[in-house]
Structures are given as structure tokens and as C-alpha cells.
């Protein structure tokens, strides 16, 4: 089975970022690469608005056939079933930030713990619902509930916007820490923009380029 990395996150945290950019890096790196879209509900930033992107670089999007579009339908993506089914694809999820979402992971709980996956919670200190880390770890186990699976890493995209800088994120670092230290999950790598990726020396990281959505906020 190729390689099933689900990415959860609340409202803001950047995860769709982080997805779209770990499956780019996937995909340089030679792994064959699908991109499975579940924000369900009509959101405010998704995949598709990475979809020419994808394509580009040869990744398939699975996504709702109502995404980019103005209406709200929690409509699942067709073909979602391939995410567990091919074995020399990998696949990578991102999950939407509302209950929606994370309830429709739920649906393949089964299927998702009968292969070899890892469910990473994106982690922003500067977004609203979790500034501190005792809310994200309430979120994380209302998630955790909600999904029927388990957590098994926490990614550092504190972050605030293009404006980023070396300071906010070691500034954030209390915050991953005792979240880390709470929930007893590893730190499996910190996000940042590509130009500041190679500046940072605290563990691994994924070089991202910020991917503007269709109301051209990041």
C-alpha cells in the first residue's frame, strides 16, 4: 500500500497549505501522488484552488464536484475509494477544519486503519480557536472522536500570512511544545515559507510556496 498521510486541522490553521505542499514534495521526490479533498461544505480555502498546480506536477486531485463553486453541499468526492485502494499510489487527505469533515473521515475509519497511515494535526498558535494549547488539545480529541482514529504527529505551521517570520515561529514554540508535551504526540516537522525553510534549525521541515485562493488571501 503506498503511503496514506491524513492532514487535520482547525478553522485557519494553514493545513490545506501544508497538504498541498507535502504532496508536491511527494511527488519530487518521485512518489507517485493523489490529493484527496475533504472539505466537504463549501469552504473558505480548498485544494481545488490548487488544481492547476497539481495537475502541473502530475498529482491527481480527488475533490467534490462543488468545489470553486458558490454553492454549500456536503456532497463527497467521487473516486475517494482509490485513496485506499491502490497500493503504488500515495495519498494524502486533507480534512476540513468543520465538523463535516471530520465526520467524513469517520466513514473510512475502518479502511484507513487497515493500512499503514499517519493523521498529523496542523498546529497555528496564531489562529483564533486554539491560541492556546490546552484548546488545540481539546480539538484534537474531539477530532480523534469524532474521525474513530488516532492522531499520530503534530505539524508546526504557526504562521501569520506572508508577513512570516523566523521570530513568529520561535516565538510559537512554547505553545507546539506543551501541545507536543500534552498529547504525547512527536513534532514531525515545522512548515514554512520557502525562503525562510533553510534559516530554520529546530528538526524537519517542509518548504512551502504559499498558494493564493480565489479571494487572493492566503
Given amino acids: 500500500m503506498g503511503r496514506l498521510t491524513i492532514f487535520a486541522g482547525h478553522y485557519g490553521s494553514g493545513k490545506t497549505n501544508v497538504a498541498v505542499n507535502y504532496a508536491l514534495a511527494r511527488r519530487r521526490e518521485g512518489s507517485a501522488v493523489r490529493l484527496c479533498d475533504l472539505d466537504i461544505v463549501n469552504p473558505y480555502f480548498r485544494t481545488a484552488d490548487a488544481a492547476q498546480a497539481l495537475a502541473d506536477a502530475g498529482i491527481t486531485l480527488i475533490a467534490s464536484a462543488f468545489a470553486n463553486s458558490s454553492l454549500e453541499s456536503p456532497a463527497l468526492p467521487p473516486g475517494i475509494g482509490a485513496a485506499f485502494d491502490d497500493a503504488d499510489c500515495d495519498t494524502v487527505i486533507d480534512v476540513g477544519g468543520d465538523d463535516a469533515g471530520i465526520a467524513a473521515l469517520g466513514r473510512y475509519a475502518e479502511q484507513v486503519k487497515a493500512v499503514d497511515y499517519d493523521l498529523w494535526l496542523v498546529a497555528n498558535c496564531y489562529r483564533l480557536l486554539a491560541r492556546h494549547s490546552d484548546d488545540a488539545l481539546v480539538l ?45 504526540l512527536p513534532v514531525v516537522f515545522t512548515s514554512l515559507k520557502r525562503d525562510l525553510a533553510p534559516q530554520w534549525t529546530r528538526g524537519e521541515t517542509l518548504a512551502m510556496d504559499l498558494i493564493e485562493n480565489r479571494f487572493g488571501i492566503f
Fill in 140 to 184: 484534537l480529541r474531539e477530532m480523534e472522536h469524532a474521525a474513530h482514529l488516532t492522531f499520530t504527529g503534530i505539524v508546526n505551521n504557526n504562521n501569520l500570512g506572508v508577513g512570516t517570520t523566523l521570530a513568529d515561529i520561535e516565538a510559537g514554540l512554547p505553545y507546539i511544545d506543551e501541545l507536543a508535551q500534552k498529547s504525547k
